[in-house]
C-alpha cells in the first residue's frame, strides 16, 4: 500500500506531497530543541556532545551531525548547501573543524565548500561527485513545492547548484579519528552509495548510519546503489545495533532508539528469497514493505545492475526506462 506523504522518507514521494504537517518529527520534539537554531536550521541536542542540524523545511529533511570532542569537532555531512551551515556550526563550537560526509549525494556535501579539512573515501565516485552537481541535476529539488513555507531568505533554489570541493586526506575502513576525549571508528558500509560510511561511538553508544538507515522507507532506488552491497553493510552494521543505544540517521529523525538493523537484514532475506510484494510508483520506483521495513528501490537494483559509479551520482539520478 502506498501512503502520500511527504520528507525524503515516505512512500509515494512526490514533491507536490510535501507539506510541513510531519515537521518537527516525533522523534525530534522529544529532544531538546537547541537556541543555536534558527528558520532555517533546527538544532537538536541529540547526544552528549552532539548536535544534530535538521533542514526541516525543505522535503529531503536532511540531518548533519556534529560530534565535539575535546580538541576538535567533526561535522558528519554539510546539509544542502542552499544557505551556510559554517555559520550554525560556529554559533556552537570554535573547535577545529573536520568535515566527513555519510556519503556524497547532493544533500550531504552542500556546505564541504566552505570548509577547509575534509575527509573523504578514496573513490572514483567521491571523487566525481567533488565537482559539484549543477542545477539541471537536482532541479527538481528546489522547486516551490519542495519547500514546506517557502525557500529560505537568502537562497536562490530557481538557479542553485552545489559547489565543488576537494578533498585533505583521505579516510580508510576502521581508521579510528580521535577528537580528544571522544573516538569515533570510520566503517565502509557501501551499498545506498559507493562511498557510503557510518561513525560509531562505541564508548558514547552511539551509531551514525547516514543514508544506510534512517526512521523511514530506505531510498536504494539510485543507479550507483548496489543491493548486494547494502545486504552486507546493513548485516555489518546489525551486529552493532546491540552495542549502541541510539542510531542517527541522515534524514528526518535526528534518533531513535537502537534495535532497528536485524529487521532490515530480514528485510532482505525475504526480498532475496523472492518472499515479498512490490507496488511500482509514478517514479518507477518499486516500493516494498516487510513488517516496519520500508524499502524504496528499482527493478534493475534488484536484478543486480549497478550504473557506472566513477560517473559519481546526485542522488537523483534515475534509471533509464
Ligand atoms: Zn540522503
Redo the contacts with the bound molecule.
Sequence with gaps: MLVAGCG?ADEALSVGDYSCDSVPRPENVRLRLSTFSDDWFQVYESADGVYSIVEPYQL?E?ISHLIIGEDRALLFDTGVGLLPIKTVVERITSLPMIVLNSHT?Y??VGGNWEFSTVLAVDSDYTRANMDGFDNKRIAEDFLPEAFCKGAPEGSDPASFSTKPWKQSRYVQDGEVLDLGGRKLEVLRVPGHTPDALALLDVENRLLFTG?SWYDASL?LFAPETSLQDYEASISRLATLDGEVDFLLG??NSARVDAGRLQAVVEAFRRIRAGDYAAETDDYNRLAIEIGDVRILTAQPALDGKQADISKGGS?LDKWPN
Design positions: 525524503h529531503q536532511t549525494h544533500d550531504h543514508d531510498w541522515a534524514h542522488g
